[in-house]
């Protein structure tokens, strides 16, 4: 199975759809505002707030966000968290720390709303050369070599932006409550049929410190979340168990549809 890297385009499809975009959410004050004023207009943003101690949810709020708060600590925790408070017909993914501007949803909305993907993942191209530290680029990449052997798609990255329809997504069942919720998601998705493609898009030195690839250590453990995910065939656990009624147990996981910046700096 080959993902194909599709180049930018945009239609006006994106303003017809209803569109949620969470934001997984640790202490992320300082950047919050150059993201949520990145957000296309007509949509949501919904940040999980997920035990932050310098006042994001405040931040969030008052820049017109919807905020979830989620107790249980771990990336597909809040992801999670913000998909089961997601109401659209359409729900896109981006983290929250200025390294994505979600304004390069629209072309992978368009791509969902017109039918011709079901997940669209973002192809992080680094916009200076230590916006990706080498570290997290060796993790990255040893991920793709096993979803590419696990699944035979061929990725580049398992980058945090993405997009898809909410109701699959949700049939899908994801049950890691950890770093490896991006790639069962991919997993799963792959599993079931889904028509699954990357779009390059900028990746910018990130505001604040990193909490997971910040380090050797926090890199190697998310590759190990991650390497769990496709040992256990895409089932995952990541210390969240299994799904409870209100995350969603899914009757199938078919695929959906049948039946200007300058270099190194953001805009």
């Known amino acids: 199975m080959k993902a194909v890297t599709t180049p930018s385009a945009g239609t006006n499809a994106h303003r017809t759809a209803s569109v949620d975009v969470v934001l997984p ?16 207009p007509g949509w949501r943003a919904i940040v999980v707030d997920n035990g932050s101690t310098d006042g994001s949810a405040d931040v969030a709020r ?26 659209a017909d359409i729900v896109c993914f981006c983290d929250c720390d200025a390294t994505l501007d979600p304004g390069d949803l629209v072309p992978f909305v368009r791509r969902i709303a017109a039918g011709e993907d079901d997940l669209v993942l973002g192809r992080r191209r680094p916009e200076t050369r230590g916006a990706w530290p080498l570290r997290a680029r060796v993790g990255n ?33 994801l049950t890691d409550r950890r770093s490896g919720y991006p790639l069962q998601m ?11 493609t990357e779009h390059d898009v900028p990746y910018y030195p990130r505001t604040g410190a990193s909490k997971v690839t910040g380090t050797w250590r926090g890199t190697w453990q998310a590759v190990r979340d991650m390497s769990r995910v496709l040992a ?34 953001r805009p």
């Open 25 to 40: 959410c640790l202490d992320e004050a300082e950047a919050l505002p150059w993201v949520l004023e990145r957000i296309p």
């Open 232 to 265: 256990d065939g895409g089932g995952g656990g990541g210390g969240g168990g299994p799904a409870t009624d209100a995350e969603r147990e899914p009757a199938s996981a078919a695929r959906p549809g049948l039946g200007p910046a300058r270099k190194g700096t």
């Open 62 to 87: 008052a820049l017109g966000a919807s905020v979830v708060h989620e107790e249980r600590r771990g990336f597909g925790a809040a992801c999670h968290a913000g998909l089961t408070a997601a109401t």
């Open 186 to 196: 991919v997993v799963r998705a792959a599993d079931a049929g889904w028509r699954i």
């Open 141 to 173: 990449l040893a991920v793709t070599r096993l979803l590419q052997r696990r699944t035979g798609l061929r990725l580049r990255d398992l980058g945090p932006l993405r997009a898809a329809r909410r109701e699959p997504l949700l049939d899908l069942a």
